[in-house]
Nanobody, 115 residues
């Protein structure tokens, strides 16, 4: 069983930055794809960014150029650096580990961007 624990959310003003972290338990992290998703009130959960076990990354159009996903396999941790935050980035952010056919989710961390 894999557990994912997110941290780093909070309340920031527009234009500021936050870095989310997600620490995974177990031994499958380094051979798993990792992703960050978000869900705003009244909206469906959407993928924000993903990174393969080999380090290839992919981003939603809404965050390209502002967010960066990275991973440190030695620490079983994936990060999401979020710069130039906008009010529309406000959501609960979830970490996802995909080790097909199994998939795991974290509990989520709130990010609020407001002046």
């Amino acid at each position: 069983q894999v557990q994912l624990v997110e941290s780093g959310g909070g309340l920031v003003q527009p234009g500021e930055s936050l870095r989310l972290s997600c620490a995974a338990s177990g031994t499958i992290f380094r051979r798993s794809a990792m992703g960050w998703y978000r869900q705003a009130p009244g909206k469906q959960r959407e993928k924000v960014a993903s990174i393969t076990s080999g380090g290839s990354t992919n981003y939603a159009d809404a965050v390209k150029g502002r967010f960066t996903i990275s991973r440190t396999n030695a620490k079983n941790t994936v990060y999401l650096q979020m710069n130039s935050l906008k009010p529309e980035d406000t959501a609960v952010y979830y970490c996802n580990l995909n080790n097909d056919p199994n998939e795991y989710w974290g509990q989520g961390t709130q990010v609020t961007v407001s002046s």
